[in-house]
């Protein structure tokens, strides 16, 4: 457990928000699942950047599974 401080200081913006743009589909795709758990814990700057950040991939990925996995994030955070 940490702090909401903390995560969107510190972890989505030096570690997570990285993982969008991995060149490794799997590591793609665990973004967006794990932007779908950490959502509501994430100030509204972080919001603002995972939504278009799961745009692009639901949108533009080559992967069939990153772009399954961003679209399911998507609806998962429009909830």
Known sequence: VV????LNDKMYK???KKLADD????IRFNYAKT???I???LSNSCKMDC???LEK???SDKD?????YAQQALSEITK
Do not use: C, E, H, M
């Open 35 to 37: 932007v779908a758990q």
């Open 39 to 41: 959502y509501s814990k």
């Open 3 to 6: 702090s909401d401080q903390f």
């Open 23 to 26: 060149p490794v589909p799997n």
């Open 64 to 68: 069939f599974d990153v772009k399954y």
């Open 14 to 16: 030096l570690y997570v």
């Open 57 to 59: 991939l639901s949108k």
């Open 51 to 53: 939504s278009g950040s």
